[in-house]
């Protein structure tokens, strides 16, 4: 349950600043992480991420679960792109009669992929360690975003706890019952595990349908009123877009 954690997400200067503000610039440079052609910018946007969420105090565990995936996904990236894309070899070698072949611009395309993966993982992250995640759908909701797509998101999240809770009991139980004393039986004991929060999913989404359209609901889900935008931070985040924007520009 501490990777949901929120209390490290408070009593500090991004905690402070407008919700809109902060997923507005996330928006900004999110998109100029993906635009760009190159690998600097991607890597500088991470530096920079990586250096906020040490500012704020992100927990060390946290932060390393929030990346193993990504950073997983961008290394599996590097490497298919390396030995099976391009056309400029850098070395091959055969292996068992198999012919491998690593490629030059292979790599250098898979690197900006990854690099790409990396700086945009790391500005939601930065957002998600900075924002409560009711603020974060309150400024989706004012900015329009379609009421059904928000209304899944608080859902989710809310039940996920739930779900999560769910999974430590029947892991626990399993445990205790050696099932995962082997890996065959672990991994029967995974697949059960996973069934069973399967059914448990679809038993609670008809249980919640139920209550929700007994006690009214309408489709209309009430969000928090936001306050005037500061003008400190409207100039700040104008300025940092502009500085971001010149160097992608470069």
């Given at each position: 349950?501490?990777?949901?954690?929120?209390?490290?997400?408070?009593?500090?200067?991004?905690?402070?600043?407008?919700?809109?503000?902060?997923?507005?610039?996330?928006?900004?440079?999110?998109?100029?992480?993906?635009?760009?052609?190159?690998?600097?910018?991607?890597?500088?946007?991470?530096?920079?991420?990586?250096?906020?969420?040490?500012?704020?105090?992100?927990?060390?565990?946290?932060?390393?679960?929030?990346?193993?995936?990504?950073?997983?996904?961008?290394?599996?990236?590097?490497?298919?792109?390396?030995?099976?894309?391009?056309?400029?070899?850098?070395?091959?070698?055969?292996?068992?009669?198999?012919?491998?072949?690593?490629?030059?611009?292979?790599?250098?395309?898979?690197?900006?992929?990854?690099?790409?993966?990396?700086?945009a993982?790391?500005?939601?992250?930065?957002?998600?360690?900075?924002?409560?995640?009711?603020?974060?759908m309150?400024?989706?909701?004012?900015?329009?975003?379609?009421?059904?797509?928000?209304?899944?998101?608080?859902?989710?999240?809310?039940?996920?706890?739930?779900l999560?809770?769910?999974?430590?009991?029947?892991?626990?139980?399993?445990?205790?019952?050696?099932?995962?004393?082997?890996?065959?039986?672990?991994?029967?004991?995974?697949?059960?595990?996973?069934?069973?929060?399967v059914?448990?999913?679809?038993?609670?989404?008809?249980?919640?349908?139920?209550?929700?359209?007994?006690?009214?609901?309408?489709?209309?889900?009430?969000?928090?009123?936001?306050?005037?935008f500061?003008?400190?931070?409207?100039?700040?985040?104008?300025?940092?877009?502009?500085?971001m924007?010149?160097?992608?520009?470069?």
């Open positions: 349950m501490e990777i949901f954690n929120e209390q490290f997400k408070k009593d500090h200067l991004l905690s402070r600043v407008d919700a809109r503000v902060k997923l507005g610039v996330s928006l900004l440079v999110l998109a100029m992480v993906l635009s760009y052609k190159g690998l600097a910018f991607p890597l500088l946007i991470l530096c920079v991420s990586l250096a906020v969420c040490v500012r704020i105090k992100i927990p060390l565990k946290v932060f390393l679960l929030r990346f193993s995936e990504p950073v997983f996904i961008a290394s599996v990236v590097i490497l298919l792109k390396f030995l099976f894309s391009g056309q400029e070899a850098m070395f091959s070698i055969k292996i068992s009669g198999v012919i491998i072949t690593g490629h030059k611009d292979g790599l250098m395309d898979g690197l900006q992929i990854a690099g790409r993966i990396l700086g993982v790391s500005v939601v992250a930065v957002l998600g360690f900075s924002t409560p995640f009711t603020e974060i309150a400024a989706l909701s004012w900015l329009k975003f379609p009421k059904s797509f928000i209304e899944i998101l608080m859902l989710a999240y809310r039940y996920i706890f739930v999560l809770e769910d999974a430590m009991v029947i892991y626990n139980a399993q445990k205790n019952r050696l099932g995962y004393s082997s890996i065959r039986r672990g991994l029967g004991s995974f697949g059960a595990l996973t069934g069973s929060l059914l448990k999913a679809f038993e609670n989404s008809q249980n919640i349908t139920t209550a929700m359209i007994q006690r009214g609901y309408d489709g209309n889900m009430p969000m928090m009123k936001h306050k005037p500061r003008m400190s931070e409207v100039i700040a985040s104008a300025a940092i877009i502009t500085a924007g010149i160097i992608w520009k470069m």
